[in-house]
């Protein structure tokens, strides 16, 4: 099986999927698209992220996307943190050219419901991308929640989260904490949701749902079979 993760930053692709992308490595082919900059928001008002800080964060995604077992780490440079002030239809042209390129049968995003506009912005432009005309390959489209966003959006941004698909990382999950610690400045101290103690107790909180030991959640949004 071919699988596409868009993910609006670097790092939202682990901290989505990583446990489950990690798994489908091992039977299928992986490819990770990251549509934007990812750092340039920390920055003052008309400041712009030192190139070096980019090119340090690319490397880093490359690595955890090794970790992770994607045969390729592709990027857009998307303005971080401004999706919305670009136009949609652009947006939308990355993607579609990703899916030309790799031809993935299921492709995971963000959540439509998540409290960073640019997670809001990649749902619509995946939707977009992957509209069911004659000759799509992508059948399954899948939203992840995203720790530190999904959540802090308190059900009050658009729909809340409500998973329906359950993957089983119990043999992944150190994988994904190690694509994580891949982002040396991403990761967080405990109560952070993006620690790794927060990301553990939140696959033992899925696992537990469905009856396993850890798990990560999807909507499934589109399935055609």
Not at 30 to 54: F, H, M, Q, T
Not at 99 to 116: C, Q, R, S
Not at 161 to 177: C, G, L, M, S
Request: hydrophobic residues 45%; aromatic residues 8%.
């Amino acid at each position: 099986m071919k699988t596409l993760v868009v993910a609006a930053h670097p790092d939202d692709e682990v901290l989505g999927c990583g446990g489950t992308a990690a798994g489908l490595s091992e039977s299928g082919d992986l490819w990770i698209g990251i549509l934007g900059e990812g750092v340039a928001a920390r920055y003052g008002l008309g400041e712009e992220a030192p190139k070096a800080d980019l090119e340090r964060l690319k490397s880093q995604a490359e690595r955890a996307g090794k970790i992770l077992g994607a045969k390729e780490v592709v990027f857009a440079s998307l303005p971080d943190n401004r999706f919305d002030t670009v136009a949609m239809l652009d947006i939308v042209k990355v993607i579609e050219k990703w899916i030309k390129d790799f031809g993935p049968e299921v492709v995971y995003t963000h959540h439509n419901g998540d409290l960073n506009v640019d997670h809001s912005a990649t749902f619509r432009a995946v939707l977009t991308a992957t509209r069911p005309m004659i000759g799509e390959t992508v059948r399954d489209v899948y939203a992840f929640e995203i720790a530190s966003s999904t959540e802090w959006a308190f059900q009050s941004i658009g729909q809340p989260f409500h998973p329906n698909t359950f993957v089983d990382v119990t043999a992944t999950i150190d994988r994904k904490i190690e694509a994580l610690e891949a982002y040396t400045g991403e990761v967080r101290e405990f109560p952070h949701p993006r620690s790794p103690d927060a990301l553990r107790a939140n696959a033992k909180r899925w696992g537990a749902a469905v009856g396993v030991q850890a798990a990560e959640a999807f909507e499934l949004i589109r399935a055609v079979r």
